[in-house]
């Protein structure tokens, strides 16, 4: 097929996509922030709020239950009403329910304002992600769409460094640091701005005339319709939620629902109880916690940095397995180590970090790839939702496994939590490296390779 009937898969990359790219960042870094301050903001919240370890629980948990409502919903509601309206309206939300947490009195009101903030953030990743899929050329799609997820991580690892500056600002620096979150959703609602509507997305339903003209705004009066004819022909299309079970989708989604919620388990509960885990290995001093916290959050973007160049140069499938296999070893290792001390449960704890950042971002790559234009906010909405059922009773039960396993315990339990997510990508994962969208979603099912070499 020719590069003119191609336009979006087969563009250059141009000014227009490195700015969406930047604007969709926007999402995953006020996730990483949110989701980080509260493990610090906790310091001040305990004795301010006299929290019972049951609560500190359920606050941890909270915004990742809100994650899952909200990827489930309105992933969903992304495909039926579009990307644009949603993309801004869950920034108002963002900052809404971030200062009103900061003005909490309640254990019961941090609870709900961090579930209503997880909505949101649950929200952001079907919504950006989609959109942005719909319009990245193919040869970058993979690096660019990741690269919005590696930046989960540059969040977190300025919530740590945030939080120290604000830890001495009295018994209510928790507040400052719940309510801060709202500063990145205003900025990132002010660049969304004026993003145009998914041409995709608007052919899936059929308005044609409004797809032409974002085609014509974006590449240039003179392309049109014809130069995207691989994706407007046929009537419009209207997915339904249970389309992601049926025919060749069903293995896709079991595919991305198991391998996503094996990442993020280990991952979310390291972040959110970082400081905790450090001093079950025995490290003391803020040097120490928020220091160990901060440069463990900083490995994860330095791992982010060769899997940005890797996803494109190895594939997915591939880099995934891989650093599965690494994740696993190294949280492994400590458990056997007789009586074991910091300095082995800290370096597992960043070789987990720079291989979690080196495939994480898959996440958001996988499913994009492997769906449709009018279920493919549906399908990353699932997916988010589902991972975070397993997150939230990670994040949940943490302080239990440190008390009760102990540190070398606790990883050991993510690595085997790894060791699933290796299997399914074994047995279920196929390759969608430099494939336009339509083919992916037109072809015969492809079969896994049997190998990861």
């Not at 606050?59 to 239950?65: D, F, H, Q, R």
């Not at 990132?188 to 014509?216: F, M």
């Not at 540190?407 to 339990?413: D, E, M, N, V």
């Amino acid at each position: 097929m020719s590069a003119t009937r191609n336009l979006i898969d087969d563009a250059p990359l141009t000014t227009f996509h490195k700015k969406l790219t930047f604007f969709a960042s926007g999402g995953p870094f006020i996730d990483g922030y949110a989701l980080s301050i509260i493990g610090i903001a906790l310091i001040t919240m305990v004795p301010g709020l006299k929290m019972s370890p049951a609560e500190i629980g359920l606050v941890g948990a909270a915004s990742l239950v809100g994650i899952f409502f909200g990827g489930g919903v309105f992933g969903w509601l992304t495909d039926k009403i579009g990307r644009h309206k949603m993309y801004i309206a869950d920034l108002v939300a963002l900052a809404v329910f971030s200062l009103l947490n900061g003005l909490a009195t309640e254990v019961w009101q941090v609870v709900l304002c961090r579930f209503f903030l997880g909505m949101a953030i649950g929200a952001d990743y079907p919504i950006a992600t989609s959109l942005l899929a719909e319009f990245l050329p193919r040869k970058v799609r993979g690096r660019l769409l990741g690269a919005t997820f590696v930046v989960w991580a540059v969040g977190a690892a300025v919530a740590y460094a945030a939080g120290y500056l604000l830890k001495d600002m009295g018994p209510d620096a928790w507040r400052l640091m719940v309510a801060s979150p709202a500063v990145f959703a205003v900025i990132t609602l002010l660049c969304r701005l004026g993003t145009p509507e998914s041409p995709r997305w608007l052919l899936s339903r059929g308005r044609r005339g409004e797809a032409d003209a974002v085609i014509k705004k974006v590449y240039g009066q003179q392309y049109g319709l014809a130069d995207i004819a691989s994706d407007s022909e046929g009537p419009a299309k209207q997915g339904k939620f249970t389309d992601i079970f049926r025919g060749r989708y069903w293995k896709r989604t079991l595919f991305v629902s198991i391998f996503w919620t094996a990442q993020v388990i280990p991952l979310f509960a390291v972040y959110t109880f970082a400081p905790d885990l450090l001093a079950s290995f025995g490290m003391t001093g803020d040097a120490n916690l928020y220091g160990g916290s901060f440069l463990i959050s900083m490995l994860f973007v330095v791992g982010g940095v060769p899997g940005l160049w890797l996803v494109e140069k190895i594939g997915r499938r591939r880099l995934l397995l891989w650093t599965f296999g690494i994740i696993a070893v190294a949280l492994a290792i400590p458990a056997f180590i007789p009586d074991v001390q910091a300095a082995p449960l800290f370096l597992a704890l960043a070789v987990f970090a720079l291989a979690s950042g080196a495939s994480s971002f898959l996440e958001v790559v996988y499913p994009n790839e492997l769906f449709p234009t009018e279920i493919r906010a549906t399908a990353v909405g699932f997916g988010t939702a589902i991972s975070r059922v397993g997150s939230a009773a990670s994040t949940y039960l943490m302080p239990v496994a440190i008390l009760n396993f102990g540190a070398a315990g606790s990883l050991l339990i993510g690595a085997v939590i790894s060791l699933v997510g290796l299997m399914a990508t074994f047995l279920l994962a196929p390759e969608t490296a430099n494939k336009t969208l339509h083919e992916l979603t037109t072809e015969t099912e492809p079969v896994a390779p049997a190998a990861i070499s």
